[in-house]
């Protein structure tokens, strides 16, 4: 690739899901293959940046030249993002992290009972609004993963978390978000720049996010 302004960069992504366990052998977990983060790691490996892709659990192969730490809860994910965060110049937070974790996580099996079984469930720990109340030099980038008034929300989430852009998905859409090789969403900048990131290739978003990204990073310095 040719040079880029990411050459030498540190770049943090996180990617894929969480898991929060039950028991020993129950956990609750979501959709999230780990492909939008992955391919976002890849990208910016391949532009030049030293990457660290902080993963839930994924069946994905680390992409080349890039580093991967291996999380499974909320909890973990957030140890090993504040532990990078300090260096990074970028970070991009594409993992589907639990938003809730059972209350208790129980040594042994549970036994099956006749009765119903309510599990209460506690908040995790918001990474992402703990690095906005963070944030040095770091531009950072949250995802938004939204059914319901996908802009609205995700504009809130820019604002509330003090982000420097949001990726918006609608996951509503055919073909965007979890799971597939493709996404369709829509990049909001602090500084006001929105953009439509039309139905692609997952590795092509995450290209267009770079080129973003370079774009606003130019705006900041003038
Ligand atoms: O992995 P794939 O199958 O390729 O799917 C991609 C994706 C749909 C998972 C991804 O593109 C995406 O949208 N990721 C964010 C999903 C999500 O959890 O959205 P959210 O609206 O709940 O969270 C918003 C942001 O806060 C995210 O950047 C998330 O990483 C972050 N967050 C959420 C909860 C929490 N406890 N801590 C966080 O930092």
């Given at each position: 690739?040719?040079?880029?302004?990411?050459?030498?960069?540190?770049?943090?992504?996180?990617?894929?899901?969480?898991?929060?366990?039950?028991?020993?052998?129950?956990f609750f977990?979501?959709?999230?293959?780990?492909?939008?983060?992955?391919?976002?790691?890849?990208?910016?490996?391949?532009?030049?940046?030293?990457?660290?892709?902080?993963?839930?659990?994924?069946?994905?192969?680390?992409?080349?030249?890039?580093?991967?730490?291996?999380?499974?809860?909320?909890?973990?994910?957030?140890?090993?993002?504040?532990?990078?965060?300090?260096?990074?110049?970028?970070?991009?937070?594409?993992?589907?992290?639990?938003?809730?974790?059972?209350k208790i996580?129980?040594?042994?099996?549970?036994?099956?009972?006749?009765?119903?079984?309510?599990?209460?469930?506690?908040?995790?720990?918001?990474?992402?609004?703990?690095?906005g109340e963070?944030?040095?030099?770091?531009?950072?980038?949250?995802?938004?993963?939204?059914?319901?008034?996908?802009?609205?929300?995700?504009?809130?989430?820019?604002?509330?978390?003090?982000?420097?852009?949001?990726?918006?998905?609608?996951?509503?859409?055919?073909?965007?978000?979890?799971?597939?090789?493709?996404?369709?969403?829509?990049?909001?900048?602090?500084?006001?720049?929105?953009?439509?990131?039309?139905?692609?290739?997952?590795?092509?978003?995450?290209?267009?996010?770079?080129?973003?990204?370079?774009?606003?990073?130019?705006?900041?310095?003038?």
């Amino acid at each position: 690739e040719s040079p880029s302004y990411l050459r030498g960069k540190q770049i943090v992504v996180t990617a894929g899901p969480t898991r929060e366990s039950l028991d020993p052998v129950r956990f609750f977990t979501n959709r999230s293959s780990g492909k939008m983060g992955y391919a976002i790691a890849e990208i910016a490996a391949n532009l030049g940046a030293h990457v660290t892709l902080i993963s839930g659990p994924s069946p994905l192969d680390v992409p080349h030249g890039v580093k991967r730490i291996d999380v499974e809860t909320a909890e973990d994910m957030y140890k090993e993002v504040l532990r990078h965060y300090e260096q990074a110049d970028i970070v991009i937070k594409a993992a589907a992290v639990a938003d809730y974790r059972p209350k208790i996580t129980f040594d042994q099996k549970m036994k099956k009972q006749e009765e119903s079984l309510v599990v209460e469930m506690e908040r995790t720990q918001d990474i992402l609004k703990a690095l906005g109340e963070k944030k040095e030099q770091q531009y950072l980038v949250g995802f938004a993963a939204e059914t319901t008034n996908a802009l609205q929300y995700g504009k809130e989430k820019l604002d509330r978390k003090n982000l420097d852009a949001v990726i918006i998905n609608d996951v509503s859409q055919e073909g965007a978000g979890f799971s597939g090789d493709t996404n369709e969403a829509t990049f909001i900048s602090k500084q006001g720049r929105v953009e439509q990131l039309p139905l692609s290739s997952k590795r092509q978003i995450a290209r267009q996010l770079f080129s973003l990204i370079e774009e606003e990073l130019k705006g900041v310095e003038q």
